[in-house]
């Protein structure tokens, strides 16, 4: 089983730019979160897809958009790019879709310059 | 305003010491979580409590859950430099499914 995988491993970007992550969850989950952990900080709730649906969102603008597929595989898009959104971006997966033990990633570290 | 206060945020030990660190809140949690996290990694959870009061060991570690679920503890006994890291507790509050983390405590354990 490999867990949880995440793509890319790090990132650069320049203000204004869009970005895609991936993330693939553990075998027999289909409940994917994200999140953003800024320096120093614990993790922040993004949003969270079950079903192809985003389920919760946490508070975040609408620049920050996502996709989960049928495979249960899931895309967190960025656009319009702000320095403060460098950060480490986490996938979390859990089988179900509430207060289940949610497993992460190792991460994507975005840096937008 | 934090949600999830956790103190004290650095902690800078000898090998074999005890310690004990601080997860608070105003809220009430259904259940409350704690990670450990190595740099570059993602975090990996230690323990879940779910009941008011609740005790749970690992090992050289013991969790505590408060009696009215709005704070907990984690002590560390004769730790060691493999506990170094960033430890998170983190919690979900009512019916929503939204894990809510604190900002972490920074362990490092000198040999």
């Known amino acids: 089983d490999a867990g949880v995988t995440q793509s890319p491993t790090h990132l650069i970007k320049t203000r204004g730019q869009q970005v895609t992550l991936r993330c693939s969850p553990k075998s027999g989950h289909d409940t994917v979160s994200w999140y953003q952990q800024a320096l120093g900080q614990g993790p922040q709730f993004i949003f969270q897809?079950?079903?192809?649906?985003?389920?919760q969102r946490g508070n975040f603008p609408d620049r920050f958009s996502g996709h989960q597929f049928p495979n249960y595989s899931s895309e967190l898009n960025v656009n319009a790019l702000l320095l403060g959104d460098s950060a480490l971006y986490l996938c979390?997966?859990?089988?179900?879709?509430?207060?289940?033990?949610?497993?992460f990633g190792p991460g994507t570290r975005l840096t937008v310059l | 305003t934090q949600l999830l206060e956790q103190s004290p945020q650095f902690l800078s030990i000898q090998e074999g010491e005890n310690l004990t660190v601080y997860c608070n809140s105003s809220s009430v949690f259904s259940s409350l979580q704690w990670y450990r996290q190595e740099p570059g990694e993602g975090p990996v959870l230690l323990v879940t409590?779910?009941?008011?009061?609740e005790v749970k060991k690992l090992k050289r570690l013991t969790f505590q859950f408060g009696d009215a679920r709005k704070d907990s503890s984690l002590h560390i006994t004769a730790a060691q430099p493999g506990d170094t890291g960033l430890y998170l507790c983190?919690?979900?509050?009512?019916?929503?499914?939204?894990?809510?983390f604190g900002k972490g405590i920074t362990l490092s354990v000198r040999p």
């Open positions: 897809y079950y079903e192809e649906e985003e389920r």
């Open positions: 979390a997966s859990s089988p179900g879709q509430a207060y289940n033990e949610q497993f």
């Open positions: 409590v779910v009941t008011g009061g």
């Open positions: 983190a919690g979900y509050t009512g019916a929503n499914s939204k894990l809510t």
